[in-house]
């Protein structure tokens, strides 16, 4: 969907720019920018977000709606018989769309999971590395099944052929528009709730980490993306460094 074609349908539906940036995530400010023409070459994701708001089978507060009748009472049932082209979790009985990533949030979350793969391996660690798609079935019930980016698993017990039964030990998501709520609220509540040891959120419109170590009582611990961050549930002896993606998030952000 272009702008023009966002523009139409915002006159269609009468949404306010501000209504606009509660139901799509993206900031009012880039909004305002995009439809004004001041942004030529607006992100793929932004626009992702904004499409969805906009398309006639996918359009409420950071996520698709299915069928309001029916949200909240969905289950692992509902979640195998959507095509395999649609890409959702399902939290608490909710369906929720996931855009397609971009190639920079693929690029950040396929170095991140590189970096811990090498340090499990290189000490012949019990965990297993773990990056998206892989079905996690967090509360070990039939209303939930998320698909974080990258995780950390230990212990096999938890290992199925389909993907992952309970909680992992380590969590991380990078951030996008259309899942910026999600993942600062949402999922924070679940994945602390669930026994995830520990979550980071990674936000590269702001250059900053979010750290949320459980067992740790300075939580969380915000870090800049200029120096190493020392991984909790290793005590610091693995810490992911950061100056090839702070490179590539400024490359893209002077390429806007």
Request: charged letters at 25%.
């Amino acid at each position: 969907m272009t702008v023009e074609e966002m523009k139409k349908k915002k006159q269609e539906k009468g949404y306010t720019y501000a209504q606009m940036a509660e139901l799509s995530g993206v900031p009012l400010g880039t909004i305002q920018k995009i439809f004004s023409g001041e942004t030529v070459s607006p992100r793929y994701d932004t626009l992702r977000a904004l499409e969805q708001l906009f398309s006639d089978v996918s359009m409420v507060k950071e996520a698709a709606v299915y069928n309001a009748h029916t949200q909240g009472n969905y289950t692992l049932e509902d979640y195998y018989a959507l095509p395999d082209e649609r890409r959702v979790e399902l939290i608490d009985g909710y369906f929720y769309d996931m855009s397609s990533p971009t190639f920079l949030h693929q690029k950040i979350a396929g170095e991140i999971h590189r970096q811990i793969a090498n340090f499990i391996m290189d000490n012949e660690g019990n965990c297993q590395p773990l990056v998206a798609p892989v079905d996690i079935q967090l509360d070990c019930d039939e209303k939930t099944m998320v698909q974080p980016d990258v995780a950390i698993l230990c212990g096999e017990d938890k290992v199925r052929k389909w993907g992952v039964y309970g909680a992992p030990d380590f969590v991380l998501e990078v951030i996008s528009p259309s899942t910026k709520r999600k993942d600062y609220t949402k999922k924070l509540s679940k994945y602390m709730n669930a026994g995830v040891r520990e979550y980071w959120i990674l936000d590269s419109y702001q250059m900053k980490l979010l750290v949320y170590f459980f067992e740790s009582e300075f939580c969380p611990a915000i870090h800049g993306l200029d120096k190493p961050v020392p991984v909790g549930i290793y005590d610091g002896k693995l810490e992911i460094k950061f100056e090839h993606i702070y490179q590539w998030i400024e490359k893209e952000t002077k390429e806007m």
